[in-house]
């Protein structure tokens, strides 16, 4: 995966704006630097100068500045050209460098390379992406702690207390007579349940950071004219009202989001589903279905003066089974009924008004705690973790209840080394230090170009 050449790229969107960047890599930049700026600048330090062409005419003026290798981003040397951000002026200080020698940069082939060279973990080069995609405030700063090492330290850290129990464990294979009453001694299950119990504790932050950064799928489900549009917005507030409009094919919209507390929540409007021979409608449907597929909510939408319709179960059953449901009965200004939350088991119901606002709230704290976010983590102590991470991260606990297990009922003690190192195998994976090639072709190959 390591590669020697010299990679270029447009590193900011495109469009007019007042700066466009340019940002090259790779191991020995000086000739391209000489042949552009016609000089070698001070390294990291903005040098105002020309961005010279094939016939040393100047395609613009600007700042450049030069990192030479290893005190860069990439870990090679790297030469930012900040010039006028104008597209045409900005291609051709592109093609300049094309002709120099450099080749396009992969998306994210900047971050791989500088995760190849070690400058950050794999978690970290992920949260590189995360800043850059985050939707919301909330994300964005759970992302730049990542990329600050927080979470990197944290797995880290469980990463050596596995390997002074697996030292442990691994000593005492030699001994076999002995292993019993070495290992008590040595506490190895007070270690064992410590780490476990840490282990769920990032479990749990993680889970947190992934609603932050992932959000949820929302289903919504209600007949017209119920108040599904005026809930929405009252929902997403005068903060941002959509901020994404997936467009559907036949009707504007299938797919929403708004966000509480910072949750994103995607919104996914079942209006869309009904029954139809328009074999445009129709794919539209599909891709609906699909999308409520990986649901994590349904939230119906009834009027408080009619109560549960015919037409509401139908689509209901049409739901996959087993998710979650919040009714929310709407229009309570109009029946003179006051905002609450009725808790049948299993079928919690919220009494509202999408108009008057009241009851509004109590939504809000419900869906919260129906996706399962938990405010009292939320914040500091939380962790922008991908889907990736929390997989690695539940293979791990399983691995160590099994070695729990061992403990407590005993066994060949080569099973409780394997389960303990198959354990540090998976949190390794988060950091990076055990990768598989494509899995690394994966993660980089989402990030934007010019990353
Ligand atoms: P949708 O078709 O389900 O999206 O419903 P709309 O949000 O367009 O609402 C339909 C009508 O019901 C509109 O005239 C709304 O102003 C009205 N409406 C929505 N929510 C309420 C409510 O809580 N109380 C009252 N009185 N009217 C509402």
Redesign the pocket.
């Known amino acids: 995966m390591q590669s020697n050449d010299i990679i270029a790229a447009i590193a900011t969107p495109p469009g007019r704006g007042g700066i466009g960047i340019v940002r090259i890599s790779g191991r020995n930049l000086q000739t391209i630097v000489e042949a552009i700026l016609g000089s070698i600048p001070p390294p990291r330090s903005a040098h105002l100068s020309h961005f010279l062409d094939e016939n040393d005419q100047s395609i613009d003026q600007g700042i450049a500045i030069y990192y030479p290798s290893p005190h860069s981003y990439t870990g090679e040397d790297v030469l930012e050209l900040q010039g006028h951000g104008g597209p045409a002026v900005i291609n051709l200080l592109l093609s300049r460098c094309l002709h120099l020698g450099a080749r396009f940069a992969e998306p994210g082939e900047f971050t791989l390379r500088a995760f190849l060279n070690n400058k950050l973990d794999l978690i970290q080069a992920e949260s590189v992406a995360d800043l850059i995609d985050a939707s919301t405030t909330g994300a964005a700063r759970c992302a730049m702690r990542s990329l600050q090492g927080e979470f990197s330290a944290t797995i880290q850290a469980l990463v050596r207390a596995l390997i002074d129990l697996r030292m442990l464990v691994e000593a005492t294979l030699d001994f076999p007579e002995e292993e019993i009453d070495f290992l008590e001694s040595a506490r190895a299950a007070t270690q064992l349940q410590d780490i476990r119990k840490k282990l769920e504790h990032v479990l749990r932050s993680s889970r947190q950071g992934n609603l932050l950064q992932e959000g949820v799928n929302v289903v919504l489900v ?10 929405m917005n009252r929902l997403a507030g005068d903060d941002v009202a959509i901020v994404t409009e997936v467009p559907g094919t036949t009707r504007d919209t299938i797919q929403q989001l708004i966000q509480i507390e910072g949750i994103p929540l995607h919104i996914i409007d079942t209006a869309g589903l009904r029954e139809t021979t328009d074999i445009v409608e129709k794919s539209g449907i599909a891709r609906t279905h699909a999308a409520i597929r990986k649901a994590d909510l349904v939230l119906l ?1 009834i009027d408080s003066r009619y109560g549960l319709t015919d037409a509401d179960q139908q689509v209901l059953q049409s739901l996959p089974a087993g998710l979650p449901l919040l009714t929310v009965s ?5 029946v003179s009924e006051s905002a609450r939350i009725e808790e049948e088991p299993g079928k919690p119901m919220v009494y ?5 606002g009241a009851g509004l709230a109590l939504l809000r704290a419900k869906m919260l705690e129906m996706i399962g976010w938990q405010s009292n983590i939320a914040g500091e102590g939380m962790f922008m973790a991908r889907q990736r991470h929390l997989q690695a991260l539940s293979k791990a606990r399983t691995h160590l209840d099994n070695a729990t297990a061992w403990v407590e009922s005993g066994g060949q003690l080569e099973l409780l080394a394997e389960e303990l190192r198959l354990a540090q195998l998976a949190l390794s994976s988060i950091t990076g230090e055990f990768t598989a090639d494509d899995l690394l072709g994966e993660i980089f190959s989402r990030f934007c170009i010019g990353k």
């Not at 509202?352 to 008057?356: K, N, V």
Request: a positive charge; proline letters at 5%; aromatic letters at 0%.
């Open positions: 209600g007949q017209p004219n119920v108040g599904k549009s005026s809930l939408l709407n229009k309570i200004d109009l509202l008004s999408a108009r008057t």
